[in-house]
T-cell receptor
């Protein structure tokens, strides 16, 4: 059974810092990996999708990497801003599954002005 | 274009009553998913629809939960004889399912409170 772990559970940084969020998964046979952002009381916003054949994806100040063989992904946020404060969730679709996402428990990020 | 929409946004119901939650996926998306987000369990998969195929119900927690998708578009999740442990945010997502694209887009969710 696929398990996804995110470390740290919470992170507080001053504005302007670069930061890295970590995600690990137990079954490396994944179809893709998706990073989401969730603001309090809101739904999930897709940030980046990495297909299993890819190593990284970039969108603006965000860069996500994938090392499928070791079961790891990182989300790099450059020059953090208070508006980046949210919970970040990592999720994978495991090969052979019904294409459902298995989620980590998230990292709650606070960027202090 | 319009994203995934869900209704109602909030629902308070008494224990033992039935509830229906609605999801309108992104137009043209063939795949539709229901998830549940609760404090103790995080985000859990409930059910998956792909086109006209039989749904994958492997995530439904009990036979009190059921879902249908009419005309390959709108979906309704029904919870019968609600219990307090059913209190959670129910999230719907859709993806195009074309050319292996399973990037999922989520709706705002329905917050269900069972009193």
């Amino acid at each position: 059974k696929q398990e996804v772990t995110q470390i740290p559970a919470a992170l507080s940084v001053p504005e302007g810092e670069n930061l890295v969020l970590n995600c690990s998964f137990t079954d490396s046979a994944i179809y893709n990996l998706q990073w989401f952002r969730q603001d309090p009381g809101k739904g999930l916003t897709s940030l980046l999708l990495i297909q299993s054949s890819q190593r990284e994806q970039t969108s603006g100040r965000l860069n996500a990497s994938l090392d499928k063989s070791s079961g790891r992904s990182t989300l790099y946020i450059a020059a953090s801003q208070p508006g980046d404060s949210a919970t970040y969730l990592c999720a994978v679709i495991t090969s052979g599954s019904a294409r459902q996402l298995t989620f980590g428990s998230g990292t709650q990020l606070t960027v202090l002005p | 274009g319009a994203g995934v929409s869900q209704s109602p946004s909030n629902k308070v119901t008494e224990k033992g009553k039935d509830v229906e939650l609605r999801c309108d996926p992104i137009s043209g998306h063939t795949a539709l998913y229901w998830y549940r987000q609760s404090l103790g369990q995080g985000l859990e998969f409930l059910i998956y629809f792909q086109g006209n195929s039989a749904p994958d119900k492997s995530g439904l927690p009990s036979d009190r939960f059921s879902a249908e998708r009419t005309g390959g578009s709108v979906s309704t999740l029904t919870i019968q004889r609600t219990q307090q442990e059913d209190s959670a945010v129910y999230l719907c997502a859709s993806s195009s399912g074309l050319a292996g694209n399973y990037e999922q887009y989520f709706g705002p969710g329905t917050r269900l409170t069972v009193t």
